[in-house]
């Protein structure tokens, strides 16, 4: 069962910007450490960026300099802004949140920390 709920995908011609948002419906946890995953297809899911409670964040190569995380900790939700898309960056992508911890997951984008998941928001870049 899902405890988060990502928004904001959809399809996108490369080049362009999508805002994906993650909320948490029926929650009120004070979430230490936020992140957001993708998965194509056949393949693994994979951290692309996490921030920490005190605003520390980590990104995969693949998305440094074009995705941006951030947090609303006044509504609890958290952002991930993604400019400059291309077509490789087309997969599902999932948010994901843990009270506890952050700092293993900054240092390696890892998933193992997280307890707390989204059911995912398809985001398909053409070129």
């Known amino acids: 069962q899902a405890q988060l709920e990502e928004t904001g995908g959809g399809s996108v011609q490369a080049g362009g910007s999508l805002r994906l948002s993650c909320t948490a419906p029926?929650?009120?946890?004070?979430?230490?450490?936020m992140g957001w995953f993708r998965q194509v297809a056949g393949n693994q899911r994979v951290g692309i960026a996490v921030?920490?409670?005190?605003?520390?964040?980590s990104y995969a190569d693949s998305v440094k300099g074009r995705f941006a995380i951030s947090k609303d900790n006044a509504k609890n939700i958290f952002y991930l802004q993604m400019n400059s898309l291309q077509p490789e960056d087309t997969a599902m992508y999932y948010c994901?949140?843990?009270?506890?911890?952050?700092?293993?997951?900054?240092?390696?984008?890892?998933?193992?920390?997280?307890?707390?998941w989204g059911r995912g928001t398809q985001v398909t870049v053409s070129s």
């Open positions: 921030i920490a409670n005190d605003g520390t964040t």
């Open positions: 029926g929650y009120t946890i004070n979430w230490t450490c």
């Open positions: 994901a949140a843990n009270p506890f911890t952050c700092l293993d997951s900054i240092e390696t984008l890892a998933s193992r920390n997280f307890g707390y």
